[in-house]
């Protein structure tokens, strides 16, 4: 069965950094692109960030652009999110979820969910 854990999570000043990790069990992650969600209170879920297979091709939420780095260590079975210059507005639960695809398709099409970890930012 496919399962994703994210972890990393927490509370940080504004301007701090965290490095989310989001690790695959039951299935390895070599062929699915790999996409960050996140989820503020009230608001609807919304794309941050996704990777390819290969590591060779990534895009971002513009809210995100120059701060956030998705990355993936596939021996490790892990992708990463380092997210720096954190604002406020970045407070939210951040999921990470999987499509068997090479590429990054549209983010309706993501998949095999993990239970999400909480950042908060505060000012």
């Known amino acids: 069965q496919l399962q994703l854990v994210e972890s990393g999570g927490g509370l940080v000043q504004l301007g701090g950094s965290l490095r989310l990790s989001c690790a695959a069990s039951?299935?390895?992650?070599?062929?699915?692109?790999i996409g960050w969600f996140r989820q503020a209170p009230g608001k609807e879920r919304e794309g941050v960030s996704c990777?390819?297979?290969?590591?060779?091709?990534?895009n971002y939420a513009d809210s995100v652009k120059g701060r956030f780095t998705i990355s993936r260590d596939n021996a490790k079975n892990t992708v990463y999110l380092q997210m720096n210059s954190l604002k406020p507005e970045d407070t939210a639960v951040y999921y990470c979820?999987?499509?068997?695809?090479?590429?990054?398709?549209?983010?309706?099409?993501?998949?095999?969910w993990g239970q999400g970890t909480q950042v908060t930012v505060s000012s």
């Open positions: 039951g299935f390895t992650l070599d062929y699915y692109a």
């Open positions: 979820a999987a499509v068997f695809s090479l590429v990054c398709p549209d983010w309706n099409f993501f998949g095999s």
């Open positions: 990777i390819s297979t290969s590591g060779g091709s990534t």
